[in-house]
C-alpha cells in the first residue's frame, strides 16, 4: 500500500514521528507540494494525507488506485468531497484534536489586548522601569475581564471550551448558535440571537463553522451593532470577517480592537489592509499548533487509517 502525505512539514516539522503510518505501508513524505506536482507525486496511491494541498476534481481523476484520503486538519474544504464520492474515495478529517489549543489562544490574544503584556514587557527592557519615579507604571489602559460579557458565535466544543475558561474569569457567557443546547452547568449564560450579541458583548469571539450563510458575517453592519469599546477575536476561519470592513473599523474606532489567527488569504499579501490597522493583533494561525495538539491530531489520523483499513472508518466527511 502506497501513503503519500503531500505537505507533512506543518504538522511535524521535525519534532513527532511517523513512523506508525510507515508501519502500515509504504509511506513517502512531501514537506511540501506545488500544485503541478501532485498528480505526479500521488498518481500511484492509495492513501493520500493532505492539510492544505487541494485535491480537485481533476487530480482526483488521476489517482486510479486512490481509495482514502486522510485530510490533517478539521476543515475539509480543500477536497471535493463530491468528486471524492463519485469515485468511492473515502474522506476523513481530525474533528477534535485541538480544542483546549484553540481555546487557550483565544484567551491569548484577548489578554494581550487586555494587559498588554509584550508591550509593558519592551519598555522595561528598554530601560523605561529603570528610569520610573514610582515603583510601578502602566502605558496602556488595563481591563479587567471580570464581570464582562463575553459573545460567542458557534457554540460547539471549541465555543463551550471557550465559555469554560471565560467563567473562570467570571465573565458572563452569551452564545450564538444554530443549535441551542441545554447548558445547566452554566450559571451566567444565556442564549441570544446574533444583533443582541453584537450589542451586549465586551467581547465578540468566533467559533463557527465556514458556510456560506457565516462567510461575512463580521462586516461594516455588523461591526457598527458591537460597542465601541468592544474587542472581536477570530481563531476560526479568516473569511468569517469583510477584512476591508474591519480595517475601516478599526481606524474608525467603530470598535476598540481585533485580535486575528486567521485571515481570508493565507499566506496573506503584504497589501492586506488589517497590516496598518489600529489596535490589530494578528498570528499565523496557529491556534491548532501546540505540540501537544499536533501530537493528538497525528495520532487520530493514524487511527483514521486504521479504522478504514479494518472497513469501520471513522471521522468520514464524504457520506
Request: proline share 4%; hydrophobic share 40%.
Amino acid at each position: 500500500m502506497n501513503i503519500i502525505v503531500l505537505d507533512g512539514y506543518t504538522l511535524n516539522p521535525g519534532d513527532l514521528s511517523w513512523g506508525e503510518l510507515e508501519k502500515m505501508g509504504n509511506l513517502t513524505i512531501y514537506d511540501y507540494t506545488p500544485f503541478d506536482k501532485i498528480t505526479e507525486r500521488a498518481k500511484d496511491a492509495d492513501v493520500i494525507f493532505t492539510n492544505k494541498t487541494p485535491l480537485t476534481k481533476m487530480d482526483l481523476s488521476q489517482f486510479p488506485k486512490l481509495k482514502y484520503i486522510g485530510v490533517l486538519a478539521t476543515g475539509y474544504n480543500v477536497v471535493d468531497i463530491e468528486a471524492a464520492k463519485k469515485d468511492n474515495i473515502t474522506v476523513t478529517n481530525i474533528p477534535t484534536y485541538g480544542t483546549m489549543s484553540v481555546a487557550q489562544m483565544t484567551f491569548a490574544l484577548l489578554l494581550e489586548m487586555t494587559q498588554h503584556v509584550q508591550r509593558h514587557s519592551d519598555s522595561v527592557h528598554n530601560g523605561e522601569w529603570s528610569s520610573c519615579r514610582d515603583f510601578c507604571y502602566w502605558k496602556y489602559p488595563l481591563i479587567g475581564l471580570e464581570g464582562k460579557t463575553i459573545g460567542i458565535i458557534g457554540f460547539g466544543r471549541i465555543g463551550q471550551s471557550v465559555a469554560d475558561v471565560a467563567e473562570t474569569f467570571g465573565m458572563n457567557v452569551i452564545a450564538y448558535d444554530a443549535y441551542k443546547s441545554d447548558q445547566p452547568q452554566r450559571e451566567k449564560f444565556e442564549w441570544a440571537e446574533l444583533d443582541e450579541l453584537l450589542s451586549q458583548s465586551d467581547v465578540v469571539s468566533l467559533h463557527c463553522p465556514l458556510f456560506p450563510e457565516t462567510k461575512g458575517i463580521i462586516n461594516k453592519e455588523t461591526l457598527k451593532k458591537m460597542k465601541k469599546s468592544a474587542f472581536l477575536i477570530n481563531t476560526s476561519r479568516g473569511p468569517l470577517i469583510v477584512e476591508e470592513d474591519l480595517a475601516e473599523a478599526l481606524n474608525r474606532d467603530v470598535i476598540a480592537g481585533a485580535g486575528l489567527d486567521v485571515l481570508s488569504e493565507e499566506p496573506p499579501k503584504l497589501d492586506n489592509l488589517l497590516f496598518t490597522a489600529k489596535n490589530c493583533l494578528i498570528t499565523p494561525h496557529i491556534s491548532w499548533a501546540t505540540k501537544e495538539a499536533r501530537s493528538r491530531l497525528m495520532d487520530i489520523a493514524v487511527d483514521n487509517l486504521k479504522k478504514f483499513l479494518d472497513g469501520n472508518p471513522l471521522n468520514v466527511v464524504s457520506k
